[in-house]
């Protein structure tokens, strides 16, 4: 995460109470739209686009038929089992939609009969199915032309990561914040992890200001976290304060030393945190080998510089030290994660992740930040993960990522989404557009090819007014959280299963 702010402090709208029962989902387990390894074709010509831009994941793309009214036909490829369906018409123009499904060929049977959907809105159908093709039919209002941005067959999903960065939680507890769940009070990371959660991220600064992510809050963390039934992935930022693309200070106790000596104290330091956790009962199961490293870590020593190509050998040196420090440490090896901000940057990706192949970085997992109003739609992520889980053959995850649940702000500082056009296309910053956000988010990771999707990570969704990203600060992401300004949980708090969302939610 990158903190540079940027906007104007807004007012304090109502916000939505969201509350809903605890979601039988198994952890691990997801719904997700199966039409995203299917195939589409139209019974029309298109306008513009093909049909199979209506299942590629990302409902800012749409299929217009010629006319007022058309149909496309999408083919799993084999009979699945289908929890329901979702559909996101582009703003503009509300249509009239029927689905059917066949099992077998021209053996269509209608499941929703001209349901009248909104334009801009994601809108979920609950149904249990089985099937292989499914048909979705739109007419335009009043004559006009609808396009369709979306249309997702839920069904079961792989087993995923399904994670979230739970380190301001020490924090708010201590300024008295409380999270609630269909006004059940708890912890945040059990309200997570009653919704599927498996995994906590937990950031760790060397020398922070007191109470700032610092190891006894980090061992405090890990230790709720392993209470709730879930994993921990440690984020060492090898600084004593926010390491990001933008900044990366060498911590002030390890100031001066050469390359030889800040590699050893990187090593011994990572060591000594891994057995820390272990000791406790707590093992760090990931580990990322710093955060956020586009242009390198614990400057000016390991500083990238993209434009002479220098620098590569000494972050090589700092990065093959922080593993070897993890394999020093007592029991199993955590994955180890090399962390890429840019997640939509296929270009700049593949040379990040090319330079560290070349000087032998063990790593086991790409990771990567996205945040849409930074780093392009989600069809460029798609190519992207797509792509480095093929030229790397090993698993990609998106370690960082929110979007909003409104524009408004929760205290006096100003918000890194604020305005319209911020948005992606098809996800509208309210509660539902969020949802849809993350259920199409989810269900990209599932389809990267040869099951190398291995899950997401959300970054502070509990992250609500109370605490600042620095001390006397106020926090520029309160509008990017699963929880409302009060700590109640919202609909995407189920982005594991939309239609629950949908069903138990209001405003999903």
């Given at each position: 995460?990158?903190?540079?702010?940027?906007?104007?402090?807004?007012?304090?709208?109502?916000?939505?109470?969201?509350?809903?029962?605890?979601?039988?989902?198994?952890?691990?387990?997801?719904?997700?739209?199966?039409?995203?390894?299917?195939?589409?074709?139209?019974?029309?010509?298109?306008?513009?686009?093909a049909a199979a831009s209506a299942v590629d994941g990302?409902?800012?793309?749409?299929?217009?038929?010629?006319?007022?009214?058309?149909?496309?036909?999408?083919?799993?490829?084999?009979?699945?089992?289908?929890?329901?369906?979702?559909?996101?018409?582009?703003?503009?123009?509300?249509?009239?939609?029927?689905?059917?499904?066949?099992?077998?060929?021209?053996?269509?049977?209608?499941?929703?009969?001209?349901?009248?959907?909104?334009?801009?809105?994601?809108?979920?159908?609950?149904?249990?199915?089985?099937?292989?093709?499914?048909?979705?039919?739109?007419?335009?209002?009043?004559?006009?032309?609808?396009?369709?941005?979306e249309l997702r067959a839920l069904g079961r999903g792989?087993?995923?990561?399904?994670?979230?960065?739970?380190?301001?939680?020490?924090?708010?507890?201590?300024?008295g914040v409380t999270y609630s769940d269909r006004g059940?009070?708890?912890?945040?990371?059990?309200?997570?992890?009653?919704?599927?959660?498996?995994?906590?991220?937990?950031?760790?600064?060397?020398?922070?200001?007191?109470?700032?992510?610092?190891?006894?809050?980090?061992?405090?963390?890990?230790?709720?976290?392993?209470?709730?039934?879930?994993?921990?992935?440690?984020?060492?930022?090898?600084?004593?304060?926010?390491?990001?693309?933008?900044?990366?200070?060498?911590?002030?106790?390890?100031?001066?030393?050469?390359?030889?000596?800040?590699?050893?104290?990187?090593?011994?330091?990572?060591?000594?945190?891994?057995?820390?956790?272990?000791?406790?009962?707590?093992?760090?199961?990931?580990?990322?080998?710093?955060?956020?490293?586009?242009?390198?870590?614990?400057?000016?020593?390991?500083?990238?510089?993209?434009?002479?190509?220098?620098?590569?050998?000494?972050?090589?040196?700092?990065?093959?030290?922080?593993?070897?420090?993890?394999?020093?440490?007592?029991?199993?090896?955590?994955?180890?994660?090399?962390?890429?901000?840019?997640?939509?940057?296929?270009?700049?990706?593949?040379?990040?992740?090319?330079?560290?192949?070349?000087?032998?970085?063990?790593?086991?997992?790409?990771?990567?930040?996205?945040?849409?109003?930074?780093?392009?739609?989600?069809?460029?992520?798609?190519?992207?993960?797509?792509?480095?889980?093929?030229?790397?053959?090993?698993?990609?995850?998106?370690?960082?990522?929110?979007?909003?649940?409104?524009?408004?702000?929760?205290?006096?500082?100003?918000?890194?989404?604020?305005?319209?056009?911020?948005?992606?296309?098809?996800?509208?910053?309210?509660?539902?557009?969020?949802?849809?956000?993350?259920?199409?988010?989810?269900?990209?990771?599932?389809?990267?090819?040869?099951?190398?999707?291995?899950?997401?990570?959300?970054?502070?969704?509990?992250?609500?007014?109370?605490?600042?990203?620095?001390?006397?600060?106020?926090?520029?992401?309160?509008?990017?959280?699963?929880?409302?300004?009060?700590?109640?949980?919202?609909?995407?708090?189920?982005?594991?299963?939309?239609?629950?969302?949908?069903?138990?939610?209001?405003?999903?």
């Amino acid at each position: 995460m990158r903190l540079a702010l940027t906007g104007a402090v807004l007012a304090v709208v109502c916000v939505v109470p969201a509350t809903a029962a605890r979601a039988e989902v198994s952890h691990g387990t997801s719904a997700v739209n199966l039409a995203l390894t299917g195939s589409a074709r139209t019974d029309t010509a298109g306008e513009g686009h093909a049909a199979a831009s209506a299942v590629d994941g990302d409902a800012a793309t749409a299929w217009c038929p010629a006319g007022p009214s058309g149909t496309i036909t999408v083919d799993l490829r084999r009979v699945r089992e289908l929890s329901g369906f979702g559909v996101t018409l582009p703003a503009g123009v509300p249509a009239t939609v029927t689905i059917a499904t066949a099992a077998a060929p021209g053996r269509f049977r209608v499941v929703r009969d001209g349901t009248r959907v909104d334009a801009g809105t994601p809108v979920w159908f609950p149904g249990a199915d089985k099937a292989r093709w499914i048909r979705l039919s739109v007419t335009g209002d009043a004559g006009r032309t609808p396009c369709v941005g979306e249309l997702r067959a839920l069904g079961r999903g792989p087993a995923m990561i399904l994670g979230h960065d739970l380190s301001f939680a020490v924090q708010e507890a201590a300024a008295g914040v409380t999270y609630s769940d269909r006004g059940r009070v708890a912890l945040p990371e059990q309200i997570l992890a009653g919704h599927g959660a498996n995994y906590v991220r937990l950031r760790l600064w060397v020398n922070p200001p007191a109470g700032w992510s610092d190891l006894p809050s980090v061992l405090a963390m890990a230790r709720r976290a392993k209470a709730a039934g879930m994993r921990v992935l440690l984020d060492p930022h090898y600084s004593d304060f926010w390491a990001d693309p933008q900044k990366q200070a060498t911590p002030q106790a390890w100031a001066g030393q050469d390359l030889p000596t800040l590699a050893r104290t990187v090593r011994g330091y990572t060591r000594d945190v891994l057995d820390r956790l272990r000791a406790q009962g707590t093992p760090a199961d990931m580990l990322q080998l710093g955060n956020e490293i586009r242009n390198g870590m614990l400057w000016p020593t390991g500083s990238i510089d993209w434009t002479a190509g220098t620098g590569w050998d000494a972050l090589g040196t700092l990065l093959r030290a922080a593993a070897a420090g993890a394999r020093d440490a007592r029991g199993p090896t955590p994955k180890l994660v090399v962390h890429f901000d840019q997640g939509g940057d296929n270009v700049g990706s593949r040379s990040f992740f090319d330079h560290l192949v070349a000087q032998r970085v063990p790593f086991d997992v790409i990771g990567l930040s996205y945040y849409p109003f930074w780093h392009g739609t989600l069809s460029d992520l798609r190519a992207n993960m797509n792509d480095l889980a093929t030229r790397y053959d090993r698993d990609v995850a998106v370690v960082e990522t929110q979007y909003g649940w409104t524009l408004a702000n929760g205290d006096q500082l100003g918000n890194f989404l604020w305005q319209e056009s911020q948005l992606l296309p098809g996800y509208p910053a309210t509660p539902g557009g969020q949802l849809s956000f993350l259920s199409d988010l989810l269900s990209i990771i599932a389809a990267v090819p040869d099951r190398h999707g291995a899950g997401v990570f959300y970054w502070a969704p509990e992250w609500v007014p109370g605490v600042g990203w620095a001390p006397g600060e106020g926090t520029p992401n309160d509008n990017l959280t699963l929880f409302d300004f009060h700590g109640r949980a919202l609909p995407s708090i189920d982005f594991a299963d939309p239609l629950r969302a949908s069903a138990t939610r209001p405003h999903a």
